[in-house]
């Protein structure tokens, strides 16, 4: 009876292993997605940001050739505000497809860089006979996978918000469970 019950654990055991990389397989296969269509997105605001580019300078070169040329005070007021106006909507749009460029490029970045995460954790798992190494592989590839993380595209310099605390919580609560269900 003893021998059914341990060759029952490790059948268990097993198909929870193969659960696992399975989803994570699956979740690399997610992220690989998901940066393919951010880089679509890239490619088509870095276009937008290009054409913006030219039209505003276009129109601030044509606007500082061609002096305003009014008889009173007033006219000569409503055609340099509205040279103004025309030269900032212009601008506010290339800043706008710039913004937009960075963004999608620091989400196809963060994207790439789960799914290279996700990847490899099966080869660190396979390198691995302990079940605790494993543990600790499989915590550090979700922290690798779904924490956030600068990429210089994002304009700021910190790591983002480490999820250290709720690795360190699984951590403690993994050998526990698997205590509970050895008794």
């Given amino acids: 009876m003893k021998d059914v019950q341990d060759q029952a654990d490790r059948a268990l055991a097993a198909i929870k ?5 399975a989803g994570v397989s699956q979740n690399a296969h997610i992220f690989e997605n998901a940066a393919k269509a ?14 913006a580019a030219i039209v505003t300078l276009g129109i601030t070169i044509y606007f500082a050739s061609r002096p305003a040329q009014s008889d ?4 000569a007021v409503q055609v340099i505000f509205s040279r103004v106006l025309v030269v900032s909507v212009s601008f ?5 497809c710039s913004k ?9 970045t963060l994207n790439q860089h789960r799914a290279n995460a996700l990847k490899t954790f099966k ?11 494993r543990d600790a592989v499989l915590l550090h590839a979700a922290q690798a996978a779904f924490s956030p993380r600068s990429t210089g595209f994002d304009g700021s310099d910190s790591d983002g918000q480490q999820i ?10 993994l050998p526990a469970i698997a205590r509970s269900q050895s008794s």
């Fill in 17 to 21: 292993s193969q659960a696992a990389e």
């Fill in 38 to 51: 951010e880089s679509g997105v890239a490619i088509a605001w870095l276009i937008s940001t290009s054409v």
């Fill in 72 to 75: 009173s005070m007033p006219s």
């Fill in 92 to 96: 506010f749009v290339l800043v706008l």
């Fill in 100 to 108: 937009n460029y960075r963004a999608s490029k620091h989400n196809q």
């Fill in 123 to 133: 080869a660190f798992v396979e390198g691995s006979e302990e079940q605790t190494v």
């Fill in 164 to 173: 250290q605390p709720v690795v360190e919580v699984i951590g403690k609560a």
